[in-house]
DNA sequence: CCTTCATGTTTACAAACGTAATCGACCCAC
DNA sequence: GTGGGTCGATTACGTTTGTAAACATGAAGG
């Protein structure tokens, strides 16, 4: 199979802050979202201008974070990577950064620092008991 | 609109990844430590020349992320913030931002994307019955 | 047709970041 | 005392980020 060319694909861009929220609204949204839908749903909490939004999502289609079909003159955006993969990435460039990588030394610093409450014990409890059969 | 002045001291500015390295040094290094110092520690994983070093040591002052003492014509750099805390907070930033703060969930991702192992496990197990006394 | 509105694209611009060269002051060896 | 080296401070410069206005274009209404 000739090698892909222009390599990317295989890029992990790094997603801002401001872009996450964007990716949050399209995750959350069923099925492709306009621009307007996006705004919509994140302006509530952000104050953003649509035009601010759609600068996001142009620059999320250029980290080839989202993909767009057009609909008519307009265009629908749908996320192309999953949430449950940024979710994990992040998740993991913190541990490795602040833990080691150790995901043990997280939690026990989540338990030092009082981050966990007695519900989240009891959660992570029953969660390690599943896990364990 | 008159920008919200701020009551220094309690504003938590921003720490960048670079810099965070830089402070890891700090942290690592028992006492003060000079740039010299600072570089040498950190120079073999990342490849930053001394004049980098400095700068992100300057913008760490201006952060108030550490503190200076003159120590004959240079100065010795000390960490202001502590590790836990920065760890702290930076943990509780990813758990807000991805998990809506439940860290529970987070230990759950974690499970299910098979960050933790044999090993990993039986630690938080371990911690959560030390909790639990 | 012509105006208006909706929509994506282009351009803008300041702040933060990564990375570093240069500058001015100071101290040491000759 | 003078030329080097050392040190922090200043300046630099390209990129990314946050935030958005201006622009082009096509649709829609009159």
Not at 43 to 48: A, D, F, V
Not at 78 to 93: K, N
Not at 110 to 126: C, N, P, R, V, Y
């Amino acid at each position: 199979m000739p090698r892909k060319s222009v390599s990317q694909s295989e890029n992990p861009e790094r997603i801002s802050d401001a872009e996450h929220a964007v990716m949050e609204a399209l995750w959350d949204h069923a099925g492709p979202a306009t621009a307007q839908d996006v705004f919509d749903s994140v302006g509530e909490s952000r104050e953003w201008s649509l035009a601010t939004v759609k600068t996001l999502l142009s620059r999320l289609v250029q980290k080839q974070a989202i993909a767009t079909r057009p609909d008519g003159r307009r265009f629908l955006y749908s996320p192309l990577i999953e949430r449950a993969d940024y979710v994990g990435g992040e998740s993991r460039r913190l541990l490795d950064k602040l833990f080691g990588g150790r995901a043990a030394s997280l939690v026990a610093h989540l338990a030092e620092s009082e981050a966990l409450s007695e519900k989240d014990l009891t959660e992570i409890e029953a969660l390690l008991k599943e896990l364990r059969q």
